[in-house]
Nanobody, 125 residues
């Protein structure tokens, strides 16, 4: 079965960096759109970044230039490198897999069928 397990969250000061990882198993990792979403308390879940099956990436405006999504197909692992962190980046971060093999990447959470349990990122000012 499909499993996604995030790691790498923690507490940092503003301006700091963190690297999140998502270990995937149970399917052909490189054939699907993968994404990072985040959800802060009292707010809706928002897309942070996506990477498709040919490596094309897309970012939300709020993280563009600061975050980098990447994937290691040999290790079935998705990463999110986060630099210049801000207090407003504080949230639970989730990795997710698109529903369809070879499908286009979407910005909508409903188009992602498998989710990890999340990892908490806290940025203090």
């Amino acid at each position: 079965q499909v499993q996604l397990v995030e790691s790498g969250g923690g507490s940092v000061q503003a301006g700091g960096s963190l690297r999140l990882s998502c270990a995937a198993s149970g399917y052909t990792f490189s054939n699907y759109c993968m994404a990072w979403f985040r959800q802060a308390p009292g707010k809706e879940r928002e897309r942070v970044a996506t990477i498709d099956n040919v490596g094309i990436t897309s970012y939300s405006d709020s993280v563009k230039g600061r975050f980098t999504i990447s994937q290691d197909n040999a290790k079935n692992t998705l990463h999110l490198e986060m630099n210049s962190l801000k207090p407003e980046d504080t949230a639970m971060y989730f990795c997710a897999r698109g529903w369809r093999e070879w499908g286009l990447c979407s910005q909508k959470s409903a188009d992602f069928g498998y989710w990890g349990q999340g990892t908490q990122v806290t940025v203090s000012s």
